[in-house]
């Protein structure tokens, strides 16, 4: 069995490479740390080896850590479903907000952010295998929602995020993400810069397709319990 800091740097020797491989400069891919149903401990020892950015799906967990880790300059990274009675903290305790799917949320986010925080980095979550029971806005209804949240005040939209269908094929993975990244060079009048795309499992492609953040839980962490 290989240790936390093992694998969190053969996560990052994944990404070089992948970015090699890509022909993008080196640092173009940041790692986000997916610490959703993990300890502190796990993410103090990331930490410890350079990991600065944390991704939580799940708000209460994710306050309780940030309590306990507040001496800690850690980045938060909310990254799952966005309820209208979590946005008030949401807007509160994190740096950015992958998964943002209605422009209500947005507006709550917006209206919540403190005025004495920067504005809130905002990824838009795109549907983009189509699948019926999934969260995200559908590729169809992405410019209305763009034009929307781009003007909101305390929002900095940054990009879309997106989380395909799994697939083990190499050219199969990089599919969805080539579609999500057509999708962002539509809006290049709002001057997004952010891809968050990749996981454990597929960040090779992801990398390839121009992802900007990698979100990686399970090849950092182990298995989730
Ligand atoms: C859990 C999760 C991840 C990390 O998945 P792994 O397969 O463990 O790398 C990435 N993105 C989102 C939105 C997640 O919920």
Redesign the pocket.
């Known amino acids: 069995m290989s240790s936390l800091p093992e694998r969190l740097t053969a996560v990052n020797q994944r990404i070089r490479r992948a970015e090699q491989a890509a022909g993008r400069p080196e640092g173009a891919v940041r790692l ?1 740390a ?1 610490s ?1 149903l993990q300890p502190p401990e796990a993410l103090v020892l990331a930490y410890r080896h350079g990991q600065r950015y944390f ?1 939580e ?1 799940y708000l209460q967990e994710a306050l309780t850590k940030q309590i306990s880790l507040t001496h800690y300059a850690i980045s938060w990274h909310f ?2 479903p966005v309820q209208s009675n979590k946005t008030r903290a949401i807007a509160s305790y994190f740096a950015w907000v ?2 943002v799917d209605r422009l209500k949320i947005a507006h709550r986010l917006s209206e919540q952010r403190p005025s004495h925080l920067p504005a809130l980095n905002i990824c838009l ?1 795109v549907n983009i295998s189509e699948e019926p029971t999934k969260a995200g806005i559908r590729p169809e209804q992405l410019p209305e929602l763009v034009a929307a949240v781009a003007k909101l005040p305390r929002l900095r939209l940054r990009g879309l ?1 997106a ?1 395909p269908a799994r697939e083990s094929d190499f050219e199969k993975q990089r599919a969805p993400f080539r579609r999500l990244r057509h999708l962002l060079e539509g809006f290049s009048q709002y001057g997004l810069d952010t891809l ?1 795309m990749g ?3 597929d ?1 090779e492609a992801a990398v390839m397709e121009g992802a900007t953040w990698v ?7 182990g ?2 319990t």
């Open positions: 986000l997916v959703k991704g799906s990254i799952g992958h998964s979550q995020m989380l968050s996981m454990s499992e960040l979100r990686i839980g399970t090849a950092i962490f298995a989730r």
